[in-house]
């Protein structure tokens, strides 16, 4: 079955660069995507990524795929304070529908 | 304001009491989903549904129940809870069924089961 990991905490410095990373098993992955969830809050769709693609840039995010690696992570240039919270990457996959298989969930904490 | 409204955004019960924790959307949205947060499990989705009175198990649907007589409606039943229901629920909608279509998430509701 697919199976989705993540580390558990970052701790970076505001200014800093932070990448989240992510690893998947299933190779029939279709859409990779990038959830923020904020305390007391729903999930929030940051980005999306096809599987066919390598990159995709949007503002201070960047998302890599390494598709041979089954690797996926999340560039947050300039972290500010209000980018801590918990991030959740996540795939959909052939014959799944739009059924998301989420990771753990990284705690992202920035500091002063 | 397109969004998805679940309520309560907590609920605390008694083992064996019956309980629905509702969901809306105002999106025309044809999918809708339910799921449980757990810490160190992440989300794990508990059903599904494709279209009006079209719904199916996800991962982990015992224990609970669902319906879809409206687009905009998917309730989720609890018949009789326990202890080990108690999490944090989302559902999510989109606008399709296909993998390409994201999903958008309410703000969850916090059950705990005494």
């Known amino acids: 079955g697919e199976d989705v990991e993540q580390s558990l905490f970052l701790s970076v410095r505001e200014g800093d660069s932070s990448v989240i990373n992510c690893t998947y098993t299933?190779?029939?992955?279709?859409?990779l995507y990038w959830y923020k969830q904020e305390p007391g809050a729903g999930l929030q769709l940051l980005t999306y990524?096809?599987?066919?693609?390598d990159m995709k840039q949007d503002q201070r995010l960047t998302v890599l795929l390494n598709k041979k690696d089954k690797h996926l992570s999340l560039r947050i240039a300039d972290t500010q304070t209000g980018d801590s919270a918990i991030y959740f990457c996540?795939?959909?996959?052939?014959?799944?529908?739009?059924?998301?298989?989420f990771g753990t969930g990284t705690q992202l904490k920035v500091e002063l | 304001e397109a969004q998805v409204t679940q309520n309560p955004r907590y609920l605390i019960t008694v083992t064996g009491k019956k309980l629905t924790v509702t969901c809306s959307q105002n999106?025309?949205?044809?999918?809708m989903s339910w799921y449980r947060q757990d810490p160190g499990l992440g989300l794990r989705q508990i059903y599904y549904?494709?279209?009006?009175?079209?719904?199916d198990k996800g991962d982990v649907p015992e224990g609970y129940k669902v319906s879809r007589k409206e687009k905009r409606n998917f309730p989720l039943i609890l018949e009789s809870p326990s202890p080990n229901q108690t999490s944090l629920y989302f559902c999510?909608?989109?606008?399709?069924?296909?993998?390409?279509?994201?999903?958008?998430f309410g703000n969850g509701t916090r059950l705990t089961v005494t």
């Open positions: 299933d190779s029939s992955s279709t859409y």
């Open positions: 999106m025309n949205h044809e999918y």
């Open positions: 549904s494709m279209n009006v009175e079209v719904t």
């Open positions: 996540a795939e959909t996959f052939t014959g799944g529908g739009n059924k998301l298989t």
């Open positions: 990524i096809f599987s066919n693609m």
């Open positions: 999510a909608s989109s606008l399709s069924s296909l993998f390409n279509s994201p999903l958008h």
